[in-house]
């Protein structure tokens, strides 16, 4: 049985340092971060981010446990669901690509658009995805027919769970990475098009029910 929350909104930084309680099946949890935040992989130092800029327009600085780069999450750019699943599930993969895949799929079957298409295999480099998540290319996450990545995917395991961290992309706005990163040769231009704009035209309520039911069928099944 797929447990579902939608936590009251809170800061990004308590929600990524969320404990994963014993689980007996799935459960999905829905954030809303009440502040925008920058958000690092686990290897990423904060001395690539320009704490003070980040100060003076309210974005907090956060590190996520999971590896990867650079995200910007807000509500009015991110829309933001983690899915944790215990180790005794049917459903899990011990393959790490395998399993982002798994969870891909999920959202592919939510968003039913027939030009999204499912990256597999193993990770794509490009020349900033080091710093950037969005610009580099995992098993599982999903791309418009444009190139523009629609839903990125991360995740953290240990023996008893897997979190799947999924953020589906509202608003793609480089500039803001561009004025809070203290990165050389950082432009905007690079950056046009890494991320898809879904917005005013996407029904983000219709779309958490959609991934919902899309979850519960794929954990029934």
Request: hydrophobic share 40%; aromatic share 8%.
């Amino acid at each position: 049985m797929l447990t579902i929350e939608r936590p009251s909104p809170g800061s990004a930084e308590e929600f990524h340092h969320r404990e994963v309680p014993a689980l007996d099946d799935v459960a999905l949890w829905w954030f809303e971060p009440e502040r925008p935040a920058l958000v690092l992989g686990s290897t990423q130092s904060i001395d690539i981010v320009d704490t003070e800029r980040c100060r003076e327009l309210g974005i907090d600085v956060v590190k996520r446990r999971s590896g990867g780069g650079v995200v910007y999450v807000s509500n009015h750019h991110t829309l933001w669901a983690d899915v944790v699943m215990p180790s005794t599930h049917p459903r899990w993969h011990h393959d790490i690509g395998r399993a982002s895949e798994w969870m891909g799929g999920i959202w592919q079957a939510a968003l039913a658009d027939r030009s999204l298409t499912m990256h597999r295999g193993a990770f794509v480099a490009s020349e900033w995805s080091r710093t950037i998540c969005f610009a580099g290319r995992g098993p599982g996450e999903l791309f418009d027919s444009s190139g523009a990545k629609v839903v990125g995917i991360s995740q953290r395991r240990t023996r008893e769970w897997v979190r799947f961290q999924c953020a589906l992309s509202l608003r793609w706005e480089p500039e803001v990475l561009v004025e809070t990163l203290k990165v050389d040769g950082l432009t905007s231009a690079p950056l046009i098009g890494v991320g898809a704009t879904l917005v005013p035209d996407v029904d983000v309520e219709g779309i958490r029910e959609s991934v919902e039911n899309a979850l519960e069928s794929a954990i029934s099944n």
